[in-house]
């Protein structure tokens, strides 16, 4: 898994990210501080999914994009902190290698 | 194949899998305390399948990647003890590693 | 190649190959008994395809799913003998590995 | 490239390749004694088509894998002879390696 | 990460990226002295658009691969020396390897 | 990048490649003499298109294909000589190796 922060997303990458969201280019985010990116295989971000949506304040969006088959892009929407902290989780789950997040 | 339990799911990870499940967006799959994920090549994910379905308690669905026509993830729905169940008959057969499973 | 079976397929099972089958999803299948599932590059599974067809007794699709992209699944349906008699066929036919099959 | 021959293919061999045809599922093939078929890189196969083609009495279609917009394979419909014919002289192009065909 | 300029592109070379662009081929892009197109994984391309965004001068657009749900390609528009800047940049926040571009 | 051409291509070989240029099946492409076809990466192919749209007397359009995600087939139609021309060019650009087309 990569993660990566971006700090007060400029409006056309938040466009790119948000055409290509899971839930439809038409459901709006609310305005967002930072952008939590994580790539990885399927089941890997549909568990991080999981522990960054059990985070509080962050949105979580799948974005569809030129990953092979099995893998996909995590969008993780929010202020900075909230983001950092849900990244940090996600890290720290992917550490322990626990079969159950 | 790898093979998670995600206990007691995130509403957000939950849609990322209706989402794209194979059955269509619209069935809907009765509230599940727990799901397993099984991610390997089609012809294992068949198989893994039909071990969940005749297992007791689980509704299977196959979940699409980033095109429609792909199939990259087995979800496990039910409650926890089913799910885990479902989850040991799987890696039981694959360790057969017999072609009738 | 890789070559598996699966006998009385769970009704789930049967749900994801029928969806992704080539001829449409509306087309029926007869009530089957085992389905024979044959994986591998697009060239063999057409020549396997034709092998599986010439045997008695099976009914032969080509399952769209997450394979590369030159990669097919192959279905075979009937009752197990048949099933069991087509696999037998393309796996000796392969094993000779003569260019006309 | 892989090149391969099936004579006498069977009614549903043929109906994979026909609906997977580039020139639509509708537009009919005469009676075929023998297909071939020739898979390998893009470049590659459309070098093939137009060997194939400048041969006499075949038909060549390009054939579409999982994406409808991807070609994987080329089938050549025609007599046995026909097809063997110009499956030999893509084998003598494709051995010289000249850049032009 | 990849990364070119194509200095007073021609018509044709403009054609197939404007067709290929995230916001629909019916966005126009103004007149363009130089294109900068940088290749990269998904997460890194996200990261190289908001950089580029953030320099002056330039419109930054998500290109498409074969299929329509892909992004291959990241386009920058611009006056030569505002692509080159924005190129500049990309580099040089890619050498430094902070998390947070 | 690998690089190919085929003289007085035929009527089906042209069918193939016009079914899948970017420009659209409808959009008619003058008769030809001669069709260059370079492979390669998305970011390749993008600046090789540049150059041969540069060079006289050829029309270049991208070909879809069952290339890898980020790999396409360009096609330069046009007199024997032309596309020899833009080949060329394409190799020395090449071989020059300048991030500056």
Same mark, same amino acid.
């Given at each position: 898994m990569e993660i990566?922060?971006?700090k007060s997303p400029a409006h056309g990458t938040l466009?790119?990210?948000l055409r290509r969201k899971g839930s439809g280019a038409s459901t709006? /985010? *609310?305005s967002v501080d930072a952008v939590g990116l994580v790539q990885g295989r399927? /089941? *890997?971000m549909?568990?991080?999914a999981d522990v960054a949506e059990k985070a509080v304040g962050v949105t979580v969006e799948d974005i569809r994009g030129n990953?092979?088959?099995n893998m996909v892009l995590l969008a993780i929407f929010g202020d900075t902190a909230s983001v950092e902290a849900a990244l940090e989780e996600i890290?720290?789950?992917e550490k322990e290698g626990t079969p159950e997040w």
């Amino acid at each position: 898994m990569e993660i990566r922060i971006i700090k007060s997303p400029a409006h056309g990458t938040l466009d790119i990210l948000l055409r290509r969201k899971g839930s439809g280019a038409s459901t709006p /985010i *609310e305005s967002v501080d930072a952008v939590g990116l994580v790539q990885g295989r399927m /089941i *890997e971000m549909v568990c991080a999914a999981d522990v960054a949506e059990k985070a509080v304040g962050v949105t979580v969006e799948d974005i569809r994009g030129n990953c092979p088959q099995n893998m996909v892009l995590l969008a993780i929407f929010g202020d900075t902190a909230s983001v950092e902290a849900a990244l940090e989780e996600i890290k720290r789950k992917e550490k322990e290698g626990t079969p159950e997040w």
